[in-house]
């Protein structure tokens, strides 16, 4: 493996931002009950004494109410550095987090989601990569400078789109893998 790249088998790769059940009890302020339901179904990756939970899968389960505590959920929020895989089958945990957003940050993704395409346009010699375009676009938001960026308009972390940053990292996340959920035909 080259350039500190970590591959294990999980739903989400490294866990690039995340919290653990009694983070996310002590700064959203509820019970270990309360914690349990809402991350009974989240994917997470085991860590030292805790499982860990990817903070982009965290998010769309804080309420209306506690929205006030999502900024310190950030600042507590274990980061850890370097280029991500990550993970297959993430693109559920995408949805809904989009689906959480709000019209600013729905915003805010979308024009990170335009500069994304047109550094990719710009640095690629190739077509092949934008048969995965809509699934890179959605799994976007997992890195954590734009998932910082996206939910609370903190620019501090943001990759450099013009330094080939949007081609290796498409690279690495490129998979076959359906965009869209399914729909139920009856």
């Known amino acids: 493996m080259s350039r500190g790249i970590v591959i294990i088998a999980e739903s989400f790769g490294p866990v690039p931002i995340h919290v653990t059940q009694k983070t996310y009890q002590t700064v959203v302020g509820v019970t270990p009950s309360t914690v349990w339901s809402r991350f009974k179904d989240l994917p997470h990756t085991k860590g030292v004494g805790a499982r860990n939970y990817h903070l982009a899968a965290v998010l769309p389960t804080i309420r209306a109410s506690e929205k006030g505590c999502i900024r310190d959920l950030f600042e507590?929020?274990?980061q850890e550095s370097g280029p991500y895989f990550v993970g297959e089958g993430v693109l559920p945990a995408c949805h809904r987090l989009v689906a959480w957003l709000d019209a600013a940050q729905g915003e805010r993704l979308y024009r990170l989601q335009v500069r994304?395409?047109?550094?990719?346009?710009?640095?690629l010699q190739t077509s092949h990569i934008f048969e995965h375009l809509d699934a890179l676009r959605l799994k976007l938001i997992l890195h954590p400078g734009i998932l910082r960026f996206v939910v609370l308009g903190d620019a501090k972390d943001l990759p450099d789109f013009t330094s080939g940053w949007a081609v290796g990292w498409s690279l690495v996340n490129a998979r076959y893998e359906p965009v869209f959920a399914e729909q139920e035909t009856t």
């Open 116 to 123: 994304f395409t047109d550094a990719l346009v710009r640095g």
């Open 76 to 78: 507590v929020a274990k």
